[in-house]
Nanobody, 121 residues
Framework: QVQLVESGGGLVQAGGSLRLSCAAS????????MAWFRQAPGKEREFVAF????????TYADSVKGRFDISRDNAKITVFMKMNSLKPEDTAVYYC??????????????WGQGTQVTVSS
């Protein structure tokens, strides 16, 4: 079993920055792709970014490209996401996940509990 624990969410003004962290434990997953998804109230959970195990491949949703930066530390089995130039529409619960090379939430087997990000205008 894999446990994922997110942290770093909070309230920030538009234009500000936050850095999310997701620490993994349990079954060895250091070679698996890791991803961030988000879910706003009343909306479906949507893909934000993923990163492969060597950090040589990253993919971002168009809505965050150029503003968000995903990275990972395999020694600590932790994935990060630095979010810059935040907008009110970035407000959501952010989840990290472990799975495969995919932008679909159905291809991810393990999920964290989520961390709330609120961006005020």
């Amino acid at each position: 079993q894999v446990q994922l624990v997110e942290s770093g969410g909070g309230l920030v003004q538009a234009g500000g920055s936050l850095r999310l962290s997701c620490a993994a434990s349990g079954r060895t997953i250091s070679t698996n792709p890791m991803a961030w998804f988000r879910q706003a109230p009343g909306k479906e959970r949507e893909f934000v970014a993923f990163i492969n195990w060597s950090s040589s491949r990253t993919t971002y949703a168009d809505s965050v490209k150029g503003r968000f930066d995903i990275s990972r530390d395999n020694a600590k089995i932790t994935v990060f996401m630095k979010m810059n130039s935040l907008k009110p529409e970035d407000t959501a619960v952010y989840y990290c996940a472990v799975g495969t090379y995919s932008t679909s939430r159905y291809d991810y087997n393990y999920w964290g509990q989520g961390t709330q990000v609120t961006v005020s205008s």
